[in-house]
């Protein structure tokens, strides 16, 4: 048995941590591969730092395309070999006429979720313009979901299995660049790097919508270092680079805002 209560320490998605320890001990006693459903990014840091102490599983994420942000995660002993091809995940390509009743990612998020399946069985959903767009699932949904997802707001869809290959991936767009700060304070770099003021940058901090690493920041003084990732719901991300001290002993750090 696993040590759970010392894993679940500092954990803050306590219930997909649990699931995530009970696969690991039937990945332990089975020596099968077992897998997660799909894990949004703060809840994969949690399970990567709880099974950073581990050293007799492995685990491998894998959301269909390199920047996918929800995962599936592959839970194994530490002897067997593991690689992205066994973390079992499918596509689906939802297609229609949406060029005059336009959907977002909320509505074809909505449309799959009203067939009767859970959140945590969808990963990213791509959305297509006019066309429509693509969702990752977890495979035993894709017979259920090309049989009753039939409609989105007004549009009727046909959906159809695709090859992971067929996913239309756009790269984020990406804008460099470099900021001199007094010091390496969140509410100081976030609001250099987003372009407001830094007052709103602390309102937002302070309310719970900036996230650092994926966890929850609420400290406006927070210290930031190289390597550190921020993200503001609906504003994109923003990468701390490398950070230099000038002459007057300030911080110049190299920002890369994905958009």
Known sequence: MLP???????????????????????????????????????????VQQMFARLTDVQMLAWGGYPQAERQRVAI??????????????????ISGNFLFDPATHRDFLGSLLGTGIVREKVGDIIVLGERGAQ??????MVEFLEMNLTQVRSVPVKTRRIDLSELKIREPKKKEMTTVEASLRLDAIASAG???????????????????????????????????LIAIRGKGRLEIGEIAVTKKDRYRVQLTRFM
Do not use: C
Request: glycine share 4%; aromatic share 6%.
């Open 4 to 46: 759970r209560e010392d894993l679940l320490k500092g954990i803050e998605h306590r219930e997909t941590a649990v699931r995530a320890i009970d696969q690991a001990e039937q990945a332990i006693k089975t020596w099968e591969v077992v897998y997660t459903d799909f894990l949004s990014p703060p809840e994969w840091v949690d």
């Open 135 to 140: 969702a990752i699932v977890v495979p035993e």
């Open 76 to 93: 194994a002993r530490s002897e067997l070999p593991l690689d992205q091809s066994q973390v079992a995940i499918a596509a689906l390509d």
């Open 194 to 228: 987003f372009g407001m003021s830094r007052s709103k940058m602390a309102d937002l901090i302070t309310t719970g919508d900036v996230r650092v690493n994926w966890r929850e920041v609420t400290q406006a003084s927070h210290q930031l270092k190289a390597g550190d």
